[in-house]
């Protein structure tokens, strides 16, 4: 507790051990799954024809960043919380934290192990949501899973859906651009009508619609080069929400709530007004079917979370202190694992305490259903 506020960080992450798919997957899948190999003296991920080493950024919380090594010897090297419920609670505790809301480490909306081979990736995603809910019995109150689902498929998507609530899970993960490489003619926006079952579906079943960031990459060879990425992906998530809102899916769902996860908040006080002023230009000769401006939707229904971001707090009062919710991302190396509690003090120290008690843990609370 931090002054008698409950502290929930949302979005932190899981990093499961390959094997899991083999163990879970439907027998005649089992053989296709991934395996660790032993090559000397470090292990590599075998799987479709390619080996590839593990890296530690994972699983690097609390490491000192000059200390930081890329390549892990083993699957199970850096934070055992990543793969272990038990220890993960141990770290919480010492972090003070109350609570977290778990990703897959595939960055949403996919497995970090990924085939094009969809029947496949359905069956692992499958998988994985069984070993994250799994992961997750060791404290419900405490731990919060959110699942994964096939986005190709609609109907595949609505029945996981409903499977993810039976389990336990609290929200759903998806690319936050609907894109094929496999097959691009069949990329549609998501305010598609196609996707409107789904909406619906998730509407009804209280599910959050999460979309993390780091899904694809900024342009052609960056994805070699990390900090790159990092420093700009962020500000890419704005394509999402401007298609949740104008694509007039929140209008048409007003009870469906979408997650920007990992994303930061500040350049959010930009986007708000400029996508209003974008609407006042606009809305006639494009013919918009929006009866209230976007901030209207992004106020009532869009939430983001972040992990360093004293721009963002300063400009609360645009982004608005319900949308924003604090995030520690452990175990990976960005966490502010184990000084959450500084990190929480030196954002929050102008705000009040009814803000505060929002943004580091109410807003999650209420969308959780903790």
Not at 44 to 66: H, I, Y
Request: charged letters at 25%; glycine letters at 8%; hydrophobic letters at 40%.
């Amino acid at each position: 507790m931090l002054n008698g506020m409950r502290i929930i960080s949302a979005d932190d992450h899981v990093n499961p051990p390959p094997t899991i798919y083999a163990e879970r997957v439907p027998k005649q899948w089992r053989d296709r799954m991934p395996q660790v190999v032993r090559r000397g003296e470090q292990d590599f991920l075998a799987f479709e024809g390619t080996e590839k080493p593990f890296f530690l950024l994972d699983g690097a919380a609390g490491v000192d960043a000059r200390d930081v090594t890329l390549l892990a010897k083993t699957k199970l090297d850096g934070r055992r919380g990543g793969w272990d419920p038990e220890a993960r609670l141990v770290d919480m505790d010492f972090d003070h934290v109350d609570a977290q809301v778990l990703f897959g480490s595939g960055s949403g909306g996919g497995v970090a192990i990924r085939t094009l081979q969809r029947p496949m990736q359905q069956v692992m995603m499958a998988a994985y949501n069984d070993w994250l809910a799994e992961h997750c019995s060791a404290s419900p109150t405490r731990l919060v899973g959110i699942g994964e689902l096939p986005i190709w498929d609609i109907d595949a998507s609505i029945a996981e859906a409903k499977r993810c609530v039976k389990l336990g899970l609290r929200g759903v993960a998806i690319p936050p651009i609907a894109a094929f490489p496999e097959s691009p003619a069949e990329d549609k926006p998501y305010f598609h009508p196609s996707y409107d079952p789904l909406w619906a579906v998730l509407s009804d079943l209280n599910l959050g619609v999460h979309m993390h960031l780091g899904t694809r990459a900024l342009g052609r060879g960056l994805e070699e080069h990390l900090m790159i990425s990092i420093a700009v992906n962020k500000s890419a998530m704005c394509e999402p929400i401007a298609v949740f809102i104008f694509g007039g899916i929140l209008q048409r769902f007003p009870n469906l709530k979408l997650v920007s996860v990992e994303s930061g908040v500040g350049w959010m006080a930009f986007l708000l007004p400029w996508m209003d002023n974008t609407f006042d230009r606009h809305r006639y000769h494009t013919k918009s079917k929006l009866t209230e401006k976007p901030s209207f939707y992004f106020h009532r229904q869009v939430l983001g979370t972040f992990i360093e971001d004293e721009m963002g707090i300063r400009n609360r009062d645009i982004i608005g202190v319900d949308n924003i919710m604090w995030s520690s991302d452990y175990p990976h190396i960005n966490s502010s694992w184990p000084e959450s509690r500084s990190y929480i003090e030196r954002h929050f120290c102008d705000c009040s305490d009814d803000e505060k008690r929002k943004m580091v843990g109410g807003n999650a609370a209420k969308l959780y259903g903790l």
